[in-house]
T-cell receptor, first 112, second 112 residues
Framework: NAGVTQTPKFRVLKTGQSMTLLCAQD?????MYWYRQDPGMGLRLIHY???????AKGEVPDGYNVSRLKKQNFLLGLESAAPSQTSVYFC???????????FGQGTRLTVV | ELKVEQNPLFLSMQEGKNYTIYCNYS?????LYWYRQDPGKSLESLFV?????AVKQEGRLMASLDTKARLSTLHITAAVHDLSATYFC????????????FGTGTRLTIIP
C-alpha cells in the first residue's frame, strides 16, 4: 500500500526554469492538497482539489499552477521558477468524511 | 480567513515533566487535527478531534478540543526523549470544509 507518493524527492532548478511535481495517491481520496513548508512558517496551502477536474487556490498560489485530470494524481507546476520558491513541498490527500489527511514524503526544491 | 496560532513555538523540557501545547483558531470549526513531524521527515497523523469536548489519548499524549473557546490542547505527560519533534495542529474550515489550515508548529525538545 503506497499511500501518497511524490515525485521527485529532490530537485535543483535554475531561475526561470519550469518543472512539474507529481503527487499520486492510491486510496481513492477525493481531496488533495499542495503545501509548502518554510522554516518558522509551518505549512502554507498553495492549491487544493476537491475532486477530479476541480482545483482551487490556497493561501500562497502565485507562481504555481495545478491540474487534477485523474482522481489519483495532483500535479503542481512552476512555470518560471524563482529563488523564493525554494522550499519543501508536501502533498496530502484525504477522503470526503472528516478523517485525517495523509502526507507524501515531501519534495525538496532549490532554485538557484 | 481562518487563522491558526500555536504556542509556544519552541519548548525545551526535561524528561519526566508535563507540559501543554496550545492551538487557537479564529473561526468556527469542529474538526481539528494534530500531527507530528520529525526532522527531515513527513507529517504523521496523531489525533483527529471531531466534536466539542472530544478527548483522545495515545501513550503520553492527550489532545482535547473546546470548540466554544476555539482552542485545542496537546498535553504531554512524563515526557521522554522519543517525543522530541515538531507538533502541528490543523483546522478544517466549516465553510465548505475542504481546506486544512496549519499552525506554525511547536518544536519540542526533551532534555535527558
Amino acid at each position: 500500500n503506497a499511500g501518497v507518493t511524490q515525485t521527485p524527492k529532490f530537485r535543483v532548478l535554475k531561475t526561470g526554469q519550469s518543472m512539474t511535481l507529481l503527487c499520486a495517491q492510491d486510496m481513492n481520496h477525493e481531496y488533495m492538497y499542495w503545501y509548502r513548508q518554510d522554516p518558522g512558517m509551518g505549512l502554507r496551502l498553495i492549491h487544493y482539489s476537491v475532486g477530479e477536474g476541480t482545483t482551487a487556490k490556497g493561501e500562497v498560489p502565485d507562481g504555481y499552477n495545478v491540474s487534477r485530470l485523474k482522481k489519483q494524481n495532483f500535479l503542481l507546476g512552476l512555470e518560471s521558477a524563482a529563488p523564493s520558491q525554494t522550499s519543501v513541498y508536501f502533498c496530502a490527500s484525504r477522503s470526503g468524511t472528516p478523517l485525517e489527511a495523509f502526507f507524501g514524503q515531501g519534495t525538496r526544491l532549490t532554485v538557484v | 480567513e481562518l487563522k491558526v496560532e500555536q504556542n509556544p513555538l519552541f519548548l525545551s523540557m526535561q524528561e519526566g515533566k508535563n507540559y501543554t501545547i496550545y492551538c487557537n483558531y479564529s473561526t468556527t470549526s469542529d474538526r481539528l487535527y494534530w500531527y507530528r513531524q520529525d526532522p527531515g521527515k513527513s507529517l504523521e497523523s496523531l489525533f483527529v478531534l471531531l466534536s466539542n469536548g472530544a478527548v483522545k489519548q495515545e501513550g503520553r499524549l492527550m489532545a482535547s478540543l473546546d470548540t466554544k473557546a476555539r482552542l485545542s490542547t496537546l498535553h504531554i505527560t512524563a515526557a521522554v526523549h522519543d517525543l522530541s519533534a515538531t507538533y502541528f495542529c490543523a483546522v478544517a474550515s466549516n465553510f465548505g470544509n475542504e481546506k486544512l489550515t496549519f499552525g506554525t508548529g511547536t518544536r519540542l525538545t526533551i532534555i535527558p
